[in-house]
């Protein structure tokens, strides 16, 4: 086993938001994941990949291949019929994880719902190869999150850490790794941290590149040991806007490459 770095579409965030002038396609993603030397795209909460047609999905898995690129899938919700879509867009793209989050915009199960939704559900993913991993962040515990997995107990069924979502919930992010590290099927980079706001009247909680923020990654990487278990390492940002799209999408740019650089040396 070992740890692949990705990169995910909030790598890319502000040049497919709608503030673009000519928002990138995940075609133009896939070309800049590949111009990087990283072979995974984490095609994650981008609604428009629901309304790909079997053929379409097709032709994005061969530009993939052509250019070295495999992928994953992230989305939200838990409903047995969202995740059903979902798997059959991940076999669409031979992806073998599907990151999701509690809650989606329609939908917002009990834990015990949940529960029983995704009791459901990861029948069909066991039966696929295909994992869930639901992500840590602050509109659910982190307990209530281990608790439901280690419920289902599925070896189809993980969590996908990201120690900075929780903070929102006074959640901190050693507590939250501490926690969820047994159950852990992917990560989520993304380095962070506080600034004051303007008139020093409160904070703005954002990312920086990693190693220059408060995210203890060594820390994380002892707990979950991703090498160790084959559990890949998604790049995302926080990036704030900087004023116009250009400026920004520039800035997303030279954030995704000094991430991959960082992650790279600290590898060797």
Known sequence: MSSTIGLSTYSFFWQWHETAPQPITLEQMVDKTAALGVTLLQICDYPLIESYTAAKLSELKAYGAAKGVSFELGTRGVTPEHLARYLEIAQAL?????RSMF???TSRPTPAEAEQFLRTAVQAYEASGVTIALETYEQVPVQTLVDLVTAVDSPNLGICLDPANCLAALELPAETVRRTA?????MHIKDFSFSRKDGWVGFTLASVPLGEGL???????AAVRPEERGINQIVEHWLTWQGDSATTCAL???WTASVVETLRSYAK
């Open 252 to 254: 997303e740019d030279r």
């Open 215 to 221: 995210l203890d990654y060594h820390g994380m990487v």
């Open 94 to 98: 031979d992806v073998t994880l599907v």
């Open 182 to 186: 047994p159950l852990v099927k992917n």
């Open 103 to 105: 809650y989606s915009a």
